[in-house]
T-cell receptor, first 117, second 114 residues
Framework: KAGVTQTPRYLIKTRGQQVTLSCSPI?????VSWYQQTPGQGLQFLFE???????NKGNFPGRFSGRQFSNSRSEMNVSTLELGDSALYLC????????????????FGPGTRLLVL | AQKVTQAQTEISVVEKEDVTLDCVYE???????LFWYKQPPSGELVFLIR??????QNEISGRYSWNFQKSTSSFNFTITASQVVDSAVYFC???????????FGSGTQLTVLP
């Protein structure tokens, strides 16, 4: 079974631009969660999508948005990029069927490393 | 609100030594779940173990073992006879019963020297 894939792996943007990152979950998985990893703030939850609907959201500004397609692939978008958005963005896929994360394992992709200049 | 603390930022050991990574958590929920993930240099987080708050039984899996103590809110991870391939950042994480998100600690960079 193929793992979680994320594209692109590396990205360089300038302040004010917008960026779209893509995540393809493991086949059969319907839940995709996004996390941001920075040296200062560590790993922080952005949002979760299940069956094309945002099911859960972290504490990030509205510049961070996402969507999920019918094939469970997900994209996240960051508009008006700031220097502080430089980070490793990780997505995780899971079946999505459980009520909590104990009953299903989240599998993470390799991440997209975004550098904002 | 929940919180996970990994006080050890970096640990360096020589191959074959045992090493314990500490994790202390805070939560008001009585039902919660604890996890350990490993992040090698390639970047992806690799799931190692999960525990629910009602199961304090410690576990051993090969060279890995975990010690969960509710009385001290700790969920420590020990690698026995460490190997160079164990070098990675290790994250402890918490998920409350009603949430489908992980709250991570700041991670511990483990370096195993040959």
């Amino acid at each position: 079974k193929a793992g979680v894939t994320q594209t692109p792996r590396y990205l360089i943007k300038t302040r004010g631009q917008q960026v779209t990152l893509s995540c393809s979950p493991i086949s059969g998985h319907r839940s995709v969660s996004w996390y941001q990893q920075t040296p200062g703030q560590g790993l922080q939850f952005l949002f979760e999508y299940f069956s094309e609907t945002q099911r859960n959201k972290g504490n990030f500004p509205g510049r961070f948005s996402g969507r999920q397609f019918s094939n469970s692939r997900s994209e996240m978008n960051v508009s008006t990029l700031e220097l502080g958005d430089s980070a490793l963005y990780l997505c995780a896929s899971s079946s999505g069927q459980g009520n909590n994360l104990f009953t299903e394992t989240q599998y993470f992709g390799p991440g997209t490393r975004l550098l904002v200049l | 609100a929940q919180k996970v603390t990994q006080a050890q930022t970096e640990i360096s050991v020589v191959e074959k030594e045992d090493v314990t990574l500490d994790c202390v958590y805070e939560t008001r929920d009585t039902t919660y779940y604890l996890f350990w993930y490993k992040q090698p240099p390639s970047g992806e987080l690799v799931f190692l173990i999960r525990r629910n708050s009602f199961d304090e039984q410690n576990e051993i899996s090969g060279r890995y073992s975990w010690n969960f103590q509710k009385s001290t809110s700790s969920f420590n991870f020990t690698i026995t006879a460490s190997q160079v391939v164990d070098s990675a950042v290790y994250f402890c994480a918490l998920s409350e019963s009603s949430a489908r998100q992980l709250t991570f600690g700041s991670g511990t960079q483990l370096t195993v020297l040959p």
